[in-house]
C-alpha cells in the first residue's frame, strides 16, 4: 500500500516536470493519521494454514523428536457437509515458530462414525503413539450414538491407522449418548493411565473417568468430577505441575466461554472441587485464566515449560466490536507458557519475546508536545506499528485506584479505535471499542467518543504500583501480559500500520522504560 501511494505522487511530480524537484521522503513512523491496513496471507508466531483456521489443538511433547506436536481439528470456511474437521499436524519447539505437516487423521465417510471428528489427545508409550479422539456420527438415529471415543495408533505420530474396532460409548455406562467428547488421558504416579471424558449423566455436565495399564483396554472408573451448575467444560485437561495438580477446563456457557482452572493438593482433593456445586475457586478470579478471546486450551510439558495452546476466534466482516457470542469458530493457533506462583495458583505467560529482533525508536508522534508524563484525561500516542510487535513498558498510577489504556488502531483522525482498559480500581481489564460521535451544537460541530464494553479479564494489583507491560502482537492477534498475573488475548483488526497510544483514564499516569521491536 505504501509502495502505490509514493508511486502515484512521483507521477504527479513528473507531470510537472521540475527536474530539480526531490520527492522527500516521508516519514511514517511520525505520521499520526489512521491508515487502513489488512492482515498478510500468512501468519507466523499465531500459527494459522494458508487455507482454512484452527481449531481446538491437542498438544503433547514427544520425547522422541524433541519437540511439541500440536495436532488440531483443521476447520475450513465452508466445512464438507457431515465430513468435517480432520485432525492436522503442526510442531513446535519453543511455541513460536512452527512447522506445518499437514493432515495426521482423516475424517470418516459420510455413513461412518467418525464422519465429523472432535477433540481428542494424543500420548506417547513405549514408542507408539495414541491418539483418542471424538468421532461424531452425521444425521444418527434414535437409536445411534452421536458421539463416542475412538482411536488411531502410529509409529512416529505423523501417519496413523484407524482401530476400527474400539467405541467407547457413553451410554454403555450411564453416560449421555450424544454429548461423549473430548477424551484427555494422563498418567498417574504410579504409572496407571487416566482417560477423562466430557458428557452428561442424567442431564447434568460431568467428567467421566476410565483408566488402563496398557493404553488399550480401559475400565470404567466412575465420575471424575461434576461440572458446576448447569456448565459444560469442554476439552477437559488434567496434569500435574509441581506439588498440585490441576483441570484445566473451558466453559462451553456463552458469558463463561474462557479458559478456568482448579487445582488441588492431590487427585482427589482436585476431584472434590466441585462437588455439591460448592466451587473450591483455586484463586481470586474463580480460576480464569484468560479472557473470551481464546477458547480450548490444553497443555503439554517438556518436563520443564508447560506450555498451553488455545485458538483465538475470528470475526464475521473482520468486525472487532462484534459481541463476543457472534465470535466464529476457530481462529489462530495461541501459545501462553504457564505460569506457577508459589501458591500454587496459575497465569499465562508469553513464549514469543525471543522472536522480535529489529529495535525501533520509540516516538511520541500526538498530541504535540506530549510525553510520557500524562496527566488525567490525556494520552500519548506512539509511532505506528509493524505487522508482528513487541511493545514492552512500565505503567506507575498517581492513584492506587486509577484506570490507564492501551489504546490500539488509535489515530488522530480515527473513527474507531480499541483499547485495552486497566481498572485498577476494579482489578479488572477491559477490552473496549471506541466510536466518535460528531454532534451540532449551536455553529460548531462537537466531537465526543462512545465506548462500547467488549471483555474482560481479572487481576491482582501489583503492592508497589507498577505495571510491567509487555504487548505481543501478529498482525490481529494481540496478547497483553501484566505482571505475571494477566494474560488478555484478542482479536483487533487493522492495528497493525497504525499508532497506538497511551491514555490517563483516571488520574496520571507515568510511563517508562518504553521498548519496540518487530520482526
Known amino acids: 500500500m505504501f509502495t502505490i501511494m509514493i508511486a502515484l505522487s ?76 480432520p485432525i492436522y499436524l503442526v510442531t513446535t519447539k519453543d511455541g513460536a515458530n512452527y512447522d506445518l505437516k499437514g493432515e495426521a487423521v482423516p475424517t470418516g465417510g459420510i455413513d461412518e462414525q467418525d464422519a465429523a471428528i472432535g477433540t481428542g489427545s494424543i500420548t506417547l508409550k513405549d514408542g507408539k503413539y495414541y491418539c483418542y479422539y471424538t468421532g461424531e456420527k452425521y444425521k444418527p438415529t434414535s437409536t445411534q450414538s452421536r458421539q463416542v471415543v475412538m482411536r488411531a495408533l502410529s509409529d512416529d505420530g505423523i501417519s496413523w491407522t484407524k482401530d476400527r474396532i474400539f467405541n467407547l460409548k457413553g451410554e454403555d455406562y450411564g453416560y449421555d449418548k450424544n454429548d461423549f467428547r473430548d477424551p484427555q488421558v494422563f498418567k498417574t504416579d504410579d504409572g496407571v493411565y487416566h482417560m477423562i471424558i466430557a458428557t452428561r449423566k442424567n442431564g447434568k455436565g460431568t467428567i467421566a473417568e476410565f483408566t488402563s495399564s496398557d493404553m488399550l483396554n480401559w475400565n470404567h472408573v466412575g465420575d471424575f468430577m461434576n461440572m458446576q451448575w448447569d456448565r459444560f467444560y469442554e476439552c477437559p485437561d488434567v496434569f500435574k505441575m509441581g506439588d498440585y ?75 472487532t466490536g462484534n459481541v463476543p457470542e457472534e465470535s466464529e469458530w476457530a481462529g489462530n493457533l495461541v501459545c501462553h507458557k504457564l505460569i506457577q506462583h508459589s501458591d500454587g495458583t496459575l497465569a499465562f505467560g508469553p513464549t514469543t519475546t525471543a522472536k522480535y529482533t529489529n529495535s525501533k525508536d520509540v516516538k511520541v508522534v500526538a498530541p504535540q508536545g506530549a510525553g510520557l508524563d500524562i496527566a488525567e484525561g490525556k494520552y500519548s500516542m506512539f509511532s505506528r506499528l509493524e505487522y508482528h510487535n513487541l511493545l514492552t513498558f512500565d505503567v506507575k498510577l498517581s492513584d492506587t485506584n486509577g484506570r490507564f489504556s492501551i489504546d490500539f488502531a488509535r489515530a488522530t483522525d480515527s473513527n474507531v479505535w480499541y ?66 498475573e494477566l494474560a488478555f488475548t484478542n482479536r483487533i483488526y487493522h492495528i497493525q500500520k497504525n499508532p497506538w497510544a497511551i491514555s490517563a483514564v483516571k488520574g496520571s499516569v507515568k510511563v517508562e522504560n518504553v521498548v519496540m521491536k518487530w520482526y
Open 245 to 319: 495438580w490441576y483441570l484445566i477446563y473451558n466453559d462451553q456457557t456463552s458469558f463463561m466461554r474462557m479458559p478456568q482452572y482448579f487445582k488441588g493438593k492431590t487427585l482427589d482433593e482436585l476431584k472434590a472441587c466441585t462437588a455439591g456445586d460448592a466451587g473450591r475457586w483455586p484463586d481470586y478470579r474463580e480460576g480464569k485464566l484468560d479472557g473470551k478471546g481464546i477458547y480450548a486450551v490444553k497443555t503439554a510439558s517438556n518436563g520443564t515449560d508447560r506450555l498451553a495452546f488455545g485458538w483465538c476466534p475470528t470475526r464475521a466482516g473482520e468486525d
Open 419 to 484: 483499547s485495552v482498559q486497566v481498572n485498577a480500581d476494579e482489578s479488572k481489564a477491559n477490552f473496549e471499542k471506541w466510536v466518535k460521535k460528531t454532534e451540532k451544537k449551536g455553529d460548531f460541530d462537537v466531537d465526543t467518543y462512545e465506548n462500547t464494553f467488549l471483555l474482560d479479564s481479572q487481576f491482582k494489583q501489583p503492592s508497589d504500583g507498577v505495571y510491567h507491560v509487555t504487548v505481543c502482537t501478529d498482525q490481529s492477534v494481540c496478547i497483553v501480559y501484566i505482571n505475571d
Open 10 to 85: 512521483l507521477v504527479s511530480l513528473t507531470a510537472c516536470n521540475n527536474d530539480d524537484y526531490t520527492e522527500p521522503k516521508k516519514d511514517w513512523d511520525a505520521d499520526a493519521n489512521s491508515f487502513v491496513s489488512y492482515d498478510e496471507n500468512g501468519f507466523d508466531t499465531y500459527f494459522k494454514p494458508e487455507v482454512g483456521y484452527v481449531g481446538d489443538p491437542m498438544p503433547m511433547y514427544d520425547s522422541k523428536t524433541g519437540e511439541y506436536k500440536i495436532y488440531y481439528l483443521q476447520d475450513y470456511r465452508p466445512n464438507p457437509v457431515g465430513t468435517f474437521h
